[in-house]
Nanobody, 121 residues
Framework: QVQLVESGGGLVQAGGSLRLSCAAS????????MAWYRQAPGKQRELVAS???????DYADSVKGRFTISRDSAKTSVYLQMNSLKPEDTAVYYC???????????????WGQGTQVTVSS
């Protein structure tokens, strides 16, 4: 199974910025779509942003205009630039990859381990 390794979380004051990164851990040929989800304490996991192989993006209404999702040229890593952060953005952020072709196999879906983002007021 493909593993997704996330980095970039941390503690930041309201109005600040963070950049999350997520990279696949093995020899990857292609990944169809990638996304970022988040889960705050006591709440369900929600979609934050997604990006397809054709670079089409979609965002949750709560982050539009503040967050930007992007992929590297090899399309095996995904990033989330988060600006103008608010306390309500505090959550564990998870990377997600769909339709992963790698040397020796195929994985329809893989999740990262999560990275904590805390925004103080």
């Amino acid at each position: 199974q493909v593993q997704l390794v996330e980095s970039g979380g941390g503690l930041v004051q309201a109005g600040g910025s963070l950049r999350l990164s997520c990279a696949a851990s093995r020899n990857i040929f292609a990944i169809n779509a990638m996304a970022w989800y988040r889960q705050a304490p006591g709440k369900q996991r929600e979609l934050v942003a997604s990006i397809t192989g054709a670079a089409s993006t979609d965002y949750a209404d709560s982050v539009k205009g503040r967050f930007t999702i992007s992929r590297d040229s090899a399309k095996t890593s995904v990033y989330l630039q988060m600006n103008s952060l608010k306390p309500e953005d505090t959550a564990v952020y998870y990377c997600n990859a769909q339709g992963i072709k790698y040397k020796g196999g195929y994985d329809p879906l893989s999740w990262g381990q999560g990275t904590q983002v805390t925004v103080s007021s």
